[in-house]
Every structure is written in structure tokens, then in C-alpha cells.
């Protein structure tokens, strides 16, 4: 959803924004990657709670649900503490980031 088709009424009526991060790698290919949300709360007109995810600006799907690897599209991620793929960067510059 664009800002300009409703997006920004919704972020204005938000409850709450909590900002997380995660790190991803993947199974299948080990590609490893970093990234951050924006996690806004929001409460519907029959009162009900639900959750916005963004990320760079863009609502996204929650990470959590069924994650994609940004490298080959693969679906087994495993989702990790934020950190993890910068430091076996650091520990192995170049090449899939290994699997911890």
C-alpha cells in the first residue's frame, strides 16, 4: 500500500511504534542479511488490534510470517538475534555469510 492510496491515515492513527531488527539467513543458499521495522500498532474501527510492518519506508509482510531470502527466493530462513550476520561479516569478509 502507497502512502497516497491510505497508507499515511493509517501510520497517523498509530498506537504505538516499536522499531525491532533481525538478521536472516538462509538455508537453502546461505545468504545472510540484516534488517530493521517499524512495528505500528494500530486498533480497527470494531476495536480490534492489528500490526503494520515497514521497512525503508514500505509496508512489508511481518518477517516473521514467511520469510523470503532477498538472494534466491527461497523460503527456509531462519531469523536470528540483530547482529549476527554483521559480525560473521566482519569474521569473514566475502563470499554466503556461514550458518551459526
Known amino acids: 500500500m502507497s502512502e497516497s492510496s491510505g497508507y ?5 492513527g498509530a498506537t504505538a ?4 531488527a ?3 539467513a538462509c538455508m537453502r543458499c546461505g545468504y545472510g542479511w540484516e534488517q530493521s521495522f ?3 500498532h494500530h486498533t480497527d474501527a470494531d476495536g480490534h488490534d492489528f500490526v503494520i510492518y515497514v521497512s525503508d519506508g514500505r509496508v512489508v509482510p511481518s518477517p516473521l510470517n514467511r ?3 532477498r ?18 561479516r566482519k569474521d569473514r569478509p566475502g563470499g554466503p555469510v556461514p550458518l551459526p
Open 71 to 88: 538472494n534466491c527466493d527461497g523460503h527456509v530462513v531462519r531469523i536470528l538475534r540483530p547482529g549476527r550476520v554483521a559480525s560473521a
Open 8 to 12: 499515511r491515515g493509517l501510520r497517523a
Open 22 to 24: 533481525y538478521s536472516f
Open 38 to 40: 517499524e512495528i505500528e
Open 17 to 20: 511504534v516499536v522499531n525491532e
Open 67 to 69: 520469510p523470503t531470502c
